[in-house]
C-alpha cells in the first residue's frame, strides 16, 4: 500500500484540513465563495528579525504570524521556536486554531506563529532578545483585542512573561491581556497546566456516557507521558478508568491489570523514569495495537497511518496530539465502526483556559483552580454537545470529525455572513 505519508515523512495539516473541507463542502454544499474564504488567512506576516548575540555578532532569524480568520473575534494563537516551522506549518496550525475556537465556542478567531530558531543552542539572554524582538517587530499586529499570542512548541511561561513586558513597555501600560499562557503571579490563570488533559478527559466522559459504555473499568493506552498525557492519565485514573499502557518517546509500560497511575506520579516526582515502575516494557507501536476500548495518541503528529491501522483493536480513538491520525487511516477507522475523537474537540481546553486567562486579565477579577475546573467542563460539554445535535440531526451519518468541521466551518461563515462579508443561505 501507498505510504499517506508526504516527502517530508509526514501528512501536512493542510492536507487534513483540505480532506475535512472537502468532505464538509460534500455534505454541506459550501459555496466556491465560501471554500475560497476558508482556505485564505486574513493576514499574513513574515519579518526578518535581527538579534545581537552574546559574541556581539548579529544573527537574523525569519519569524512569522498569520491571523487566519478575524470574524468570531480577535485572532488566537501560541508561537512556536524550531528550527523548521515556516510559513505553510504556521498557516495549517492557525487554521486549525480558527476551527478550533470555533468547536469550543470560544469568541477568538486563529492565529499562529513562529521563529525560525533552535533555542536549545541561545544562551538565556539570547533567547530574551529574541523573544522581546518579536514583539518589538509585531506590537501593531497584535493586543487583547486584535490577536493574543501563547505558548507552543519550545515556548513556555517565562518568554510570554518577557514578551507581555516588551509590549507594554511600549504600549506604556499595563495590558496583561495581550498575551496568555503568563506564570500565574504575572496575571496567568489557575489550571493552565492541566487544562488540555481535563478538557479531554470531559469530552471522554461525555462520549462513554452518551455510548453507554459504562466507564468503569474501561482500558485505556495513552501513547505519550508529557504535559498532556500525564495529566490525562491521572484524571482517567480518578474517574474510574484502568490506564493499561503509557509511554515516551523512548518506549512503553504495559500492565493488563491496570497501572497504578498515583504510584507512578510519586516515582516519577522521586526522579524515577517511566521504567522503573516495573511494568512490561513495550515499543510504541505495540502500545498503539493493543486490545483496550480507548487509545489515546498524545505524543506527536501521524501515528495512526496506513501501514497500523489494520492493526488498531480499540474501539474508540480521542486525539489528544494535534493531527495524529491521518486522513487515510481516519477513513478507515470509521469505516470500521472505531470513532475518531478529532483533535478539535478533544484537545480544545488548553485554548478554552486561554481564553479564561484572558476573560480574567480584561475584567481584573481571578477565578480559583475549582472555578476554572467548572467552567471548564460546562464549556467543553457545551462543545460535545453541539457535535452530537449536528450528528444525531443530519440526514447522513456524520463522523466525530465531520461534525466538528461542519459546526467550526458554519459558525465562521455564518459570523462572516452577519458582518456582511458572504451571502449563504440561511443556517
Ligand atoms: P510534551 O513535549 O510535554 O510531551 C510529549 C510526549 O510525547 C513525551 O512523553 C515524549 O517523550 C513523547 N514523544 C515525543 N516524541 C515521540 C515519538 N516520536 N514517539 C512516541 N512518543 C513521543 O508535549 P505535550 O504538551 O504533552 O503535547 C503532546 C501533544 O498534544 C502534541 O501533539 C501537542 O501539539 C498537543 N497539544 C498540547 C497542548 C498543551 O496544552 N500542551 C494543547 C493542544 C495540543
Given at each position: 500500500m501507498d505510504s499517506d505519508l508526504g516527502h517530508?515523512?509526514?501528512?501536512?495539516?493542510?492536507e487534513v484540513c483540505t480532506t475535512e473541507l472537502d468532505r464538509v463542502a460534500e455534505v454541506g454544499l459550501l459555496s466556491d465563495r465560501e471554500l475560497d474564504l476558508l482556505q485564505r488567512p486574513k493576514q499574513k506576516l513574515n519579518i526578518n528579525i535581527p538579534v545581537r548575540m552574546d559574541d556581539g555578532s548579529i544573527e537574523v532569524f525569519p519569524s512569522f504570524r498569520i491571523?487566519?480568520?478575524?470574524?468570531?473575534?480577535?485572532?488566537?494563537?501560541?508561537?512556536r521556536f524550531h528550527?523548521?516551522?515556516?510559513?505553510?506549518?504556521?498557516?495549517?496550525?492557525?487554521?486549525l486554531m480558527a476551527l478550533k475556537c470555533a468547536v469550543a465556542n470560544i469568541p477568538f478567531g486563529g492565529a499562529?506563529?513562529?521563529?525560525?530558531v533552535d533555542p536549545s543552542r541561545l544562551s538565556t539572554g539570547e533567547l530574551e532578545r529574541l523573544s522581546r524582538a518579536y514583539i518589538r517587530e509585531y506590537h501593531q499586529n497584535i493586543g487583547p483585542n486584535t490577536d493574543i499570542p501563547a505558548p507552543d512548541v519550545n515556548t513556555d511561561g517565562q518568554i510570554m512573561a518577557w514578551m507581555r513586558d516588551e509590549y507594554e513597555a511600549i504600549a506604556g501600560r499595563q495590558t496583561p491581556?495581550?498575551?496568555t499562557g503568563k506564570p500565574p503571579l504575572l496575571d496567568g490563570s489557575e489550571g493552565r497546566e492541566f487544562a488540555t488533559s481535563l478538557g479531554g478527559a470531559v469530552v471522554l466522559n461525555e462520549f462513554v456516557r452518551e455510548s453507554n459504555m459504562g466507564n468503569h473499568g474501561l482500558d485505556v493506552a495513552i501513547q505519550g507521558f508529557g504535559n498532556v498525557g500525564s495529566y490525562l492519565a491521572k484524571f482517567l485514573h480518578e474517574r474510574g478508568y484502568s490506564v493499561v499502557a503509557l509511554s515516551n518517546i523512548e518506549g512503553a509500560i504495559y500492565d493488563a491489570s491496570g497501572i497504578d497511575v498515583p504510584a507512578l506520579f510519586e516515582s516519577y516526582e522521586d526522579g524515577d523514569d517511566l521504567f522503573a515502575y516495573g511494568a512490561e516494557r513495550i515499543t510504541n507501536a505495540e502500545l498503539l495495537t493493543l486490545p483496550v476500548d480507548i487509545l489515546i495518541p498524545a505524543a506527536i503528529e501521524d501515528q495512526i497511518t496506513s501501514d497500523n491501522m489494520e492493526e488498531i483493536q480499540a474501539d474508540v480513538v480521542l486525539e489528544m496530539a494535534n493531527a495524529p491520525t491521518t486522513s487515510r487511516a481516519d477513513a478507515y477507522l470509521n469505516e470500521q465502526g472505531v470513532p475518531v475523537i478529532p483533535d478539535i474537540l478533544a484537545n480544545a481546553g488548553g485554548v478554552?483556559?486561554?481564553?479564561f486567562e484572558w476573560v480574567q486579565n480584561t475584567t481584573n477579577e481571578y477565578w480559583t483552580e475549582e472555578q476554572v475546573r467548572k467552567k471548564l467542563a460546562d464549556q467543553l460539554q457545551g462543545a460535545f454537545a453541539n457535535l452530537r445535535v449536528i450528528k444525531t440531526e443530519s440526514d447522513e451519518e456524520r463522523?466525530?470529525?465531520?461534525?466538528?468541521?461542519?459546526?467550526a466551518v458554519d459558525s465562521i461563515l455564518d459570523a462572516e455572513q452577519l458582518r456582511g462579508n458572504l451571502t449563504r443561505d440561511a443556517p
Open positions: 517530508r515523512g509526514q501528512e501536512t495539516l493542510c491571523q487566519y480568520n478575524t470574524a468570531r473575534g480577535p485572532t488566537k494563537g501560541g508561537i528550527p523548521a516551522v515556516d510559513a505553510d506549518e504556521v498557516e495549517e496550525l492557525a487554521f499562529k506563529g513562529g521563529i525560525q491581556g495581550v498575551i478554552t483556559a486561554s481564553y463522523t466525530w470529525r465531520e461534525a466538528a468541521y461542519t459546526r
